[in-house]
């Protein structure tokens, strides 16, 4: 009996124990896992929109993230923006309430301020205190729209969906008139040497500079990537660009409205990275318009 | 070699699929039978009875949207009426992405003159599909030995004879499926709602070891002989990567009980199927005159490439 | 076995050479074969098995006298994930990206058998410093078949070492694949048997 005694008390101890060293690790890396990760995002943001580090941001270049909830009451759903807008000198959040047919249903201020608002706990706890149940929320995504002095920059998306393997993250950039300026693939687990050649600049440049339109057409041709389309796209990696300069123009122009020339090996990661990105930018310019719609006519002083 | 429980195993099985099937039969809605995705683009509504011609024809009486967005409804081409009118299939201006439920909305089904109500539906793929193909897809396609590597120390050291082999996968595919079930419940009623994730790999390694010990006790007293046959191989079992990458693959993917279940018989039967497979080659390789540095492990290692080669061909594969 | 009579240098090169984990005791293979294909990731899961093998065996060896031999390999599993979720949960903070590449495998260390084996072996009958050269040895040991293996399958399969270009093309694909891990390791453990064996030969040559 006493050795049952004695067993049980060394288990529990060391059990307790091993979970007070794992909950403190837990609780430091915790904050430095959250800091990467934002310091990460910020750099992904930079690189897309062309600032490196010998060229850098200017000054008024400001990102301002708007997050989307879907709410749901009963049978009815409703789509909720969080949207920064300005108060006096700083930036608060205000989210409002819009339903299926564009149409602003309400809104309500946020007590939450944007450097607190990147974490989705902090946000579901203001949320709360406007949406009483039985409404009930869930998070859908975020947008970073950048501007530069008075006008919008870019709109950046952040992005998941089904790849080849398992998922697929990118952060993508369009410019105003929905035209990708670039696209990041942030995180993927295909195959090494064939579905991870996404990440290469020979896949992912090729989505630069498509137009809105091409884009809702755009395929996937399984087709070899020509040598003088793969070393434009490749350009500007630190290696002597072997194209002359007048050259460029033409190669970029000849290339311009072609379809996406899929990675040899990987046709199906190819085309879940097109047809991803394509679902993500036609579904963003539809919600966008809604969104600066309601926002012209209800007159919600956004900062952005 | 008889297993005394088998004959109840099969009609279990049966029922089971049974109760899916039927599950996946009716739908919400006492007017509408059937609602299933048709093709590439098209989605097929079977009523219990005709809809009338004028209320089927306009497509504004139909609204699909995809589940996680209800603001972006999908456009209708066209909408076809059968002959009997039972039958109405929608056509739409693009390729349907089956793998979302969409939600169909049907505003006052009008039947002979009266209105049936409106129905809000739900159309996905048969979920009988989906739990076969993580069924198949973690024995074949995604083989746990093959495929992704796991389990290999044990896979090498118990594949040399084609009695040992078997008993070793019947052994691990009843250790995994029990602690795979008992990983799922911890980690969807106290690790996921308390936060308390890094905790998984404490936690599911602790719960593997407690099944060992439970299957260990309970095959003592209900089956001696079955004991005496597979016993020796429980010890094995706590070394092998795949009865904790089980569930922690469980955990990543957010998988609810069924899929769980597939899940874990999908990686037993294909650690058994992988086993069998090397011992019936390491029998023969016994036989064969293999150089001495290649003799034991490394020859064994070579076949175990040429099968990886082999099961490379079932990737990217998809049923359902 | 009785405690140790090896000095330090001898315990790490043990690890290394005479009982190498991968080569030698055909052990925590799954590794090996599914990620080494890139020098990167052998050094980073060289690193964290290493942590975790030190880590444990000084635990296990501070500890020895007061586990309950009824508790022995519950003791050892315990300690053992404990010292995986702490590196699991520093490399996913610290080094989110190389993280990601390893999947689960980081994870599974706590399923590797060699650690439980030497804990049984060496560090619960030895003290805390010679459990700790042992634990060096076996960690160096692990990481040194690991980068050799995902030197020959990094360089033969996509021309770059440590992601620097040094062939300028791509010698053959397969070799980055999982069905080439077990060739390699395969051959690489013929590899060490051949040695073993003029060893031996030259040896037996030398006493005659």
Redesign the interface.
């Known amino acids: 009996m006493k050795?049952i005694i004695?067993?049980t008390v060394?288990?529990t101890v060391?059990?307790l124990i091993?979970?007070l060293?794992?909950?403190s690790?837990?609780v430091i890396?915790?904050n430095?896992?959250k800091h990467?990760?934002h310091v990460?995002v910020q750099q992904t943001v930079l690189g897309l929109l062309g600032y490196t580090k010998s060229r850098p941001a200017p000054s008024d270049l400001r990102l301002y993230t708007i997050y989307r909830y879907?709410i749901s009451d009963g049978?009815t759903?409703t789509?909720g923006y969080m949207l920064p807008v300005l108060k006096g000198d700083s930036v608060g959040y205000q989210l409002a309430v819009i339903d299926?047919d564009g149409q602003l249903v309400n809104q309500f201020k946020l007590g939450v301020t944007p450097e607190k608002a990147s974490e989705p706990t902090e946000r579901s706890a203001a949320l709360k205190e406007v949406l009483k149940p039985p409404r009930t929320f869930v998070y859908?995504d975020s947008t970073i729209i950048a501007k530069l002095g008075q006008r919008r920059l870019a709109y950046l998306l952040p992005g998941e969906f089904?790849g080849?393997k398992t998922f697929i993250d990118v952060m993508l950039a369009l410019d105003p008139s929905f035209k990708i300026i670039g696209l990041e693939i942030t995180?993927q687990?295909e195959?090494?040497?064939?579905g991870a050649e996404i990440k290469q600049d020979y896949f992912k440049n090729q989505f630069r500079g498509k137009s809105f339109e091409k884009l809702k057409a755009l395929h996937v041709i399984k087709e070899p990537l020509p040598e003088e389309y793969k070393e434009y796209l490749e350009r500007g990696k630190g290696r002597e660009s072997p194209i002359p300069e007048g050259e460029l123009e033409i190669i970029r122009s000849k290339y311009q409205d072609k379809d996406i020339y899929a990675l040899t090996?990987a046709t199906?990661s190819s085309k879940a990275v097109t047809d991803g990105v394509k679902?993500m930018v036609t579904?963003f310019a539809?919600?966008i318009t809604?969104l600066d719609s309601v926002i012209t006519r209800q007159h919600i002083p956004v900062a952005f | 070699m008889k297993i005394s429980g088998g004959n109840y195993l099969f009609p279990a099985i049966l029922a089971i699929m049974g109760i899916f099937l039927l599950a996946g039969c009716t739908t919400d809605h006492r007017f509408v039978k059937k609602t299933a995705f048709k093709e590439a683009d098209a989605i097929i509504i079977e009523f219990a009875g005709p809809v009338d011609e004028a209320w089927a024809g306009n497509a504004s009486n139909f609204e699909v949207y995809e589940k996680?967005?209800?603001?972006?409804k999908l456009k209708i081409q066209k909408v076809t009426v059968s002959a009997d009118r039972k039958t109405v299939i929608l056509t739409f201006a693009d390729a349907l992405?089956k793998?979302q439920p969409h939600i169909l909305t049907m505003h006052s089904i009008s039947s002979e003159g009266k209105s049936m109500g409106t129905a809000?539906l739900s159309v996905k793929k048969v979920y009988l599909g989906y739990l076969f193909s993580i069924l198949i897809g973690a024995m074949i396609i995604n083989n746990f030995v093959f495929t992704k590597y796991l389990g290999l120390c044990v896979f090498f050291g118990t594949s040399q004879k084609k009695s040992t082999a078997v008993g070793m996968g019947i052994t691990f595919t009843i250790v995994i499926v029990v602690s795979a079930m008992m990983s799922w419940f911890l980690y969807d009623f106290v690790l996921q709602p308390f936060r308390l994730n890094?905790?998984q790999i404490?936690v599911f390694i602790g719960l593997v070891s407690l099944s060992v010990q439970a299957v260990d006790t309970i095959l003592r007293k209900v089956n001696p002989l079955l004991f005496k046959a597979f016993g020796v191989y429980l010890v094995l079992v706590i070394a092998n990567c795949i009865i904790i990458a089980v569930p922690l693959i469980l955990a990543d993917n957010q998988y609810n009980a069924f899929e769980s279940l597939m899940l874990a018989l999908g990686a037993g039967l294909g650690f058994l199927t992988a086993l069998f497979l090397m011992s019936s080659v390491r029998e023969r390789l016994e036989l064969a005159n293999v150089p001495p540095t290649y003799r034991g492990l490394p020859i064994a290692f070579v076949v175990a490439g040429l099968f990886a080669l082999a099961f490379l061909g079932f990737s990217?594969m998809s049923i359902f | 076995m009785p405690a140790t009579t090896k000095t330090n240098f001898q315990l790490v090169s043990n690890g290394i050479l005479d009982e190498n984990p991968i080569f030698r005791l055909a052990l925590s293979m799954c590794p090996a074969v599914g990620i080494s294909?890139?020098v990167m990731n052998g050094l980073m899961l060289g690193t964290a098995v290493l942590f975790v093998q030190v880590f444990s065996s000084c635990t296990i060896a501070a500890i020895k006298n007061?586990?309950?031999p009824?508790?022995r390999i519950?003791?050892y599993t315990?300690?053992i994930?404990?010292w995986v979720?702490?590196i699991d949960?520093?490399l996913?903070?610290?080094m989110?990206a190389a993280y990601?590449e390893m999947?689960i495998f980081v994870k599974l260390i706590v399923a590797f058998a060699i650690i439980t084996m030497r804990l049984e072996i060496f560090a619960c009958k030895n003290s805390v410093s010679a459990s700790f050269w042992d634990g060096i040895g076996m960690g160096l040991g692990f990481m040194f078949g690991m980068v050799s293996l995902g030197l020959v399958r990094e360089l033969l399969?996509?021309g770059t070492i440590l992601g620097y270009d040094v062939l300028g093309f791509?010698p053959l694909?397969f070799f980055?694949?999982p069905a080439a891990g077990f060739f390699c390791v395969g051959i690489m453990m013929a590899m060490f048997n051949y040695i073993e064996l003029v060893y031996n030969r030259k040896k037996r040559a030398k006493q005659v």
């Open positions: 050795e004695r067993i060394g288990l060391s059990c091993a979970a060293v794992m909950g690790v837990f890396t915790d430095a896992k990467n990760e990460n879907i049978d759903s789509l299926l859908a089904p080849f995180e687990e195959d090494p040497g064939l090996g199906i679902n579904k539809y919600r809604r | 996680p967005d209800p603001d972006i992405n793998n809000i890094f905790l404490v990217g | 294909t890139t007061h586990i309950h009824r508790i519950p003791t315990l300690t994930a404990t979720t702490v949960l520093v996913a903070a610290y989110p990601k999947g399969g996509m791509r694909l980055v694949l």
